[in-house]
């Protein structure tokens, strides 16, 4: 197998390697679209099930609704309209027949062609709104707390494996309320739902924080996000809870009778993530050998190689680890026993080293003399020599000490990659010798974000919820300024 | 609320309203989609997670393929394409842009037409084994044994909700194999699956059979089937799995170097459920009350209703529903305490017979003096008092008892109703005056079975898999047949 491309030497080729050589995605014959593999689905399996429980925790329950968006209210909401009908994909006709000038070929039968276009949904605010219209009537109705497991389609020019895919998997939450505070408490909720599974499920820190008005959602009042810092310095956002206000209901005419027999408009959430996780998680954590997964997300959390010659050691070997295996299983851990004969120890170990397994148990004959096996971490490539006799007791606390050891080494990385600045010279100094998240005054106006953008390509990833507030003077126009807010360079 | 329709006044009415009624699914704006309701979804996730379960302990696992198929690929097996080009979602363009005649309106661009058309997945067999394709080079890299849980188009003219509609959730299993026996046995094994799932998760019995060539999925060399008979005497063919033989690896070129050093093309299977699951279990055990679940498929399988007048009598049966409520819930029973002031009992009644909650519990101020409380079982509508004391292990039992009973009710009404006949007269009267699943005797030819479906629209459902085999002459040609095949008229 030949080697990974470092990352030092290229960094975007070493992820697109990455993600093929672990067997977690591929390109398919359709032109942006990925094959998420096995491997790489049982990861996003794990993500799910994990925000799923979150969500029903948090008073959620799960429906579905279509696939196409009819093109009248795709229409309906002005802002969402134009944010996203640039990049869809639009069904015209539903039937194909055959070629009558090439037998075996197929093609569109124009008698079949729709009345109306559908839109294949990239995101399905639209067709959920004018389905509420006649769920909510009453106060009593509210609120609506709805998530949604899904495949969307954007139709985007340039697509990289799980960051940026013409089709992808995520969950939408769609959420109606009867007053707006509610609504608000609603997406700030799911903002820090979102926070609280990157941080202890992924162990992947990130700040929470709100976009800026040119980084708002196409139809959102207010936009919350979580943003992470990938090892190449740029931020990756990787989640988002937008407060809708009242748009989607005006669009939509979707009223209720208040408390006090008042008619109002009701209130909208709606937040997301999707199988751009995949790729945060990747490049949060691996290093130049492959994957390295927290263990709350590794498909094999421990594998048992053997080292031995004939089959007779084997079968000693066997016994033994089989033993380790059940009382591993019993503690819910999960584990292979990699007895395949074809590929040698060697091979295995940088397989499940490119894998990410966080835990290699590896046992020969001597092993077996001295009542103890080697033991290998993932994460930081170190290696014991530990007893067989509670083994499985040590394994367990291990794979909590790698979780932990994971999150605090990504957040040292992080601290050493935030910086403050305060002119935009050192601005732009930090940004191509270093990268990474960058603390500056901003004068809140669209003009100086945008000049920002197109001179440094850095963006406003958001501007942070956290207390730690300090005044000062905006980069360019030197306008006063509340509170820094955090720029990079963005996936 | 008003009342259900009666199934012996409209069935097909009963079944609509029914739909509807108990919150599981409604017709979209979308022509021929529908909106899975949150009740509704909570049952299809119960669904999906014991085959999802059942699949895993079988040794596959789930991946994710792309929405789309190119024109070209689709083409590529004949037959495949011929069973399904009829009726599918075609994307031509991937933009709009804005109408300049029509401010505030979208029209699609005609510059962003696709080179090639895009058709929305009616089944994945060729975006998967032109996938495949890269996948298999030796004997080493199969079985492939790959599940997915996606959604499917497929332009129905008419539609029901859950039992046709054009868009629907489904499984598809795709497998690939070395031998022609082992795929047979991976189509039988899945079918078997299937049954097992079938009678013991939704107590709904069904048959097992293979489909004559004229019922066969669109490239397949045999499909076997599960075959549910429905309280109005149709059958619906409630899951398939295919043995597709080398159709699909020679139409991609799926080549692999066997055991033996010779070149081969792989052998495949399909198999699928879908969400007319829904539909089988509703059909299978509901009444003119509404739904009658499963334990197994219940979102919620007990509900309290407390009987009081005033906050004071509330408070007080709080206290004890509260107490049973965590003592079922420790058993992994799903309750609901049901202490809303707004709607009275009776409605709380008729509202969980509609949705079909097996176990009812009913606790007045009488009762609490007394130490017990009323339950109701849905499926037979019996009540009974029951004490307090050990109410916890009563209900587990009981809905252990519910689900065997649901389960031997409809196989005896599949047992009354099935009738072996020897004449085609006999046929057309039994199958005009009864319905029901018929046994009968065949010819074997595709020309027999096309005229009794013209005639009197009942098709082979399957020829049965049983022991249960008895020569005889076939209905019209009178030619010997080897034994009696499953006729109905079918969903």
């Known amino acids: 197998m030949a080697k990974l491309t470092s990352r030092s030497d290229d960094y975007s080729k070493w992820y697109n390697e990455l993600v093929v050589k672990a067997d977690l995605a591929e390109n398919s014959g359709v032109r942006g679209c990925m094959v998420i593999k096995p491997y790489g689905y049982a990861i996003w399996e794990k993500m799910r099930d994990e925000m799923d429980k979150k969500f029903k925790e948090t008073g959620h329950v799960n429906a579905y609704f279509p696939l196409f968006v009819p093109k009248s209210l795709f229409e309906a909401e002005e802002k969402n309209a134009e944010g996203f009908a640039k990049e869809c994909a639009v069904v015209t006709h539903y039937r194909l027949k055959n070629d009558p000038d090439n ?10 062609k729709l009345e109306e276009e559908l839109i294949v949904r990239p995101t399905s605010e639209a067709i959920i709104w004018s389905t509420y219209k006649n769920w909510i009537q009453s106060y009593r109705d509210l609120p609506i707390l709805i998530n949604q497991w899904a495949n969307v389609v954007r139709w985007e020019m340039r697509t990289r494996l799980f960051l940026r895919t013409a089709e992808f998997l995520w969950q939408e939450g769609h959420t109606a309320h009867a007053t707006k505070d509610e609504a608000v408490e609603e997406a700030e909720k799911m903002n820090k739902v979102y926070a609280d599974f990157a941080e202890n499920f992924m162990a992947m820190p990130v700040i929470q924080g709100l976009k800026t008005p040119s980084e708002r959602f196409a139809g959102a009042d207010e936009t919350y996000c979580i ?13 988002t809870s937008h407060f809708l206000g009242q748009n989607f209901a005006k669009a939509f005419d979707v009223k209720f009778t208040n408390k006090e027999g008042k008619i109002e408009h009701a209130w909208a959430t709606s937040w997301g993530t999707s199988t751009r996780l995949m790729g945060a998680l ?6 130049d050998l492959g994957l ?12 048992i190689v053997p080292i031995f010659k004939g089959d007779e050691q084997l079968a000693e070997i066997s016994k033994v680890a089989l033993e380790i295996q059940a009382k591993l299983k019993a503690k819910g851990i999960s584990v292979k026993f990699d007895n395949d004969t074809h590929n040698k120890p060697g091979w295995k170990f940088a397989e499940y080293e490119l894998k990410g397994v966080p835990v290699r148990i590896a046992m020969g004959p001597r092993d077996l003399e001295n009542k103890s096996v080697e033991i290998a971490r993932r994460d ?3 290696k014991e020599t530990v007893s067989i006799e509670g083994l499985d007791s040590h394994i367990e606390n291990l794979l909590k000490t790698i979780q932990t050891d994971l999150y605090q080494k990504a957040l040292n990385f992080r601290k050493e990659n935030i910086t403050n600045v305060d002119s935009y010279e050192e601005f732009k100094k930090v940004l191509e010798e270093k990268g990474g998240f960058i603390y500056a005054h901003w004068d809140g106006t669209a003009e100086e974000e945008e ?13 942070p919820l956290d ?15 509340a509170r820094r807010v955090l720029f990079a360079k963005a996936y």
């Open 103 to 112: 037998p075996g070929k197929l093609i569109v039968d124009p008698e079949a």
């Open 227 to 239: 943003e992470a810092l990938m090892q190449d310095g740029k931020a990756l956002q990787a989640g």
């Open 292 to 303: 390295v997964l927290p263990p709350t997300l590794a498909p094999i959390q421990v594998v």
């Open 282 to 287: 990747i490049m949060t954590h691996s290093d």
């Open 451 to 463: 000049q920002i953008k197109n001179e440094t390509k850095a963006t406003i990833r958001c501007i």
């Open 467 to 481: 207390e730690d507030v300090e005044e000062g003077i905006s980069l360019i126009s030197g306008k006063p300024s």
């Open 380 to 382: 930081n490539l170190t």
